[in-house]
């Protein structure tokens, strides 16, 4: 066998390896807290602002109807996590998590449906 082929594989598999190791947090989300917009209204969403531990993702939207649109940060510090929605010129306000740590990692749905009712919801099949 050829010492300069099992070289090169080696070389090719620790590239590999360190290439998976620094991409899987950036493309899978993993080290983030993920806001997930959910219209499961018959209306579509004009904007959707979420704010709170030290983050402001600006006006987000439109949201189409059947549609998402995502918010994806790190919490700077502890508290409490709000969303303003609106919709029909309707302001739809809350609360996304009140508990909310700095550096947690996660994922949240919050889904608008019929009657301007929003929802929190840890998972949805979208």
Wanted: charged share 20%.
């Amino acid at each position: 066998m050829n010492i300069s082929l099992v070289k090169f594989g080696l070389l090719v598999f620790a590239g590999l390896l360190i290439t998976f190791i620094v991409l899987k947090p950036i493309v899978y989300n993993e080290d983030k807290y993920k806001v997930v917009i959910v219209n499961a209204s018959e209306h579509p969403i004009s904007s959707a602002i979420i704010t709170g531990v030290g983050q402001n993702s600006g006006k987000i939207g439109p949201i189409l109807v059947g549609k998402i649109n995502d918010f994806i940060f790190i919490p700077e510090e502890d508290g409490v996590l709000a969303y303003s929605i609106k919709q029909n010129d309707r302001e739809l306000t809350g609360v996304i998590n009140d508990t909310l740590k700095k550096n947690e990692v996660g994922e949240v749905f919050v889904v608008v449906g019929e009657m301007y009712k929003v929802s929190i919801k840890e998972n949805f099949d979208i």
